[in-house]
Nanobody
Framework: QLQLLESGGGLVQAGDSLKLSCVVS????????????MGWFRQAPGKDREFVANIGKNPRMQWYGDSVKGRFTISRDNTKNTVYLEMNSLRPEDTGLYFC?????????????????WGQGTQVTVSS
């Protein structure tokens, strides 16, 4: 079974930047991480889980949610079994619990039910 561990969240002011990390371990992840589609989602209190970004086996394949396009960048380091989310020009509406997820299929999706394994999340709070 894979385990995902997110980190890098925190309390920042509007306009600041943060970089989230998600390390994948377990289940031969060292040999297979580069085959996974990786995604970031977020959930604010009382709201549905929202797609943020994903990155494919080919790292040039990237999708972003409309609300973060041009401000957030997803990347991956297959040598470290890690996916990153660099967040710039943060806004109060970016506040939420940010989750990393693994999708075994190479076909990208923005649907949360298309992802197979989830981390516990890291909290991002942006004050105005």
């Amino acid at each position: 079974q894979l385990q995902l561990l997110e980190s890098g969240g925190g309390l920042v002011q509007a306009g600041d930047s943060l970089k989230l990390s998600c390390v994948v371990s377990g289940e031969n992840s060292g040999e297979t991480f580069n085959t996974y589609t990786m995604g970031w989602f977020r959930q604010a209190p009382g709201k549905d889980r929202e797609f943020v970004a994903n990155i494919g086996k080919n790292p040039r394949m990237q999708w972003y949610g409309d609300s973060v396009k041009g401000r957030f960048t997803i990347s991956r380091d297959n040598t470290k079994n890690t996916v990153y989310l660099e967040m710039n020009s943060l806004r109060p509406e970016d506040t939420g619990l940010y989750f990393c997820a693994v999708r075994y299929s190479v076909i990208l999706t923005m649907r949360s039910d298309g992802f197979d394994i989830w981390g516990q999340g890291t909290q991002v709070t942006v004050s105005s």
